[in-house]
């Protein structure tokens, strides 16, 4: 069963750094995009960054030049290097992939989600 488990989410300081990673297991042929979201409080999923196989990215204008999104092919694995972090980054970050368990088989993956807190 191909499942994605993120890590490395916690509580930091307004100005601090954390480094979210998102690692793809089970029997995976190739990944296509792969997406962090976040969902605040009371608020809905919004796309934070993305990146493709090819290694194109977008981010989502309030962390742009804060936030860099990166992934190793060899690992199936998707980061979120995210710095100066504000109290309004605080949410569950979630992953999202296009997995491709075979050739031509395509679908979509959310992760469990890990909780960001950035508090003094």
């Known amino acids: 069963q191909v499942q994605l488990v993120e890590s490395g989410g916690g509580l930091v300081q307004p100005g601090g750094s954390l480094r979210l990673s998102c690692k793809a297991s089970g029997s995976i042929f190739s990944i296509n995009t792969m997406r962090w979201y976040r969902q605040a409080p009371e608020k809905q999923r919004e796309l934070v960054a993305g990146i493709t196989s090819a290694g194109y990215t977008n981010y989502a204008d309030s962390v742009k030049g804060r936030f860099t999104v990166s992934r190793d092919d060899a690992k199936n694995t998707v980061y979120l290097q995210m710095n100066s972090l504000k109290p309004e980054d605080t949410a569950v970050y979630y992953c999202?992939?296009?997995?491709?368990?075979?050739?031509?088989?395509?679908?979509?993956?959310w992760g469990q989600g890990t909780q960001v807190t950035v508090s003094s």
């Open positions: 999202n992939a296009d997995l491709m368990p075979t050739r031509g088989v395509v679908f979509n993956s």
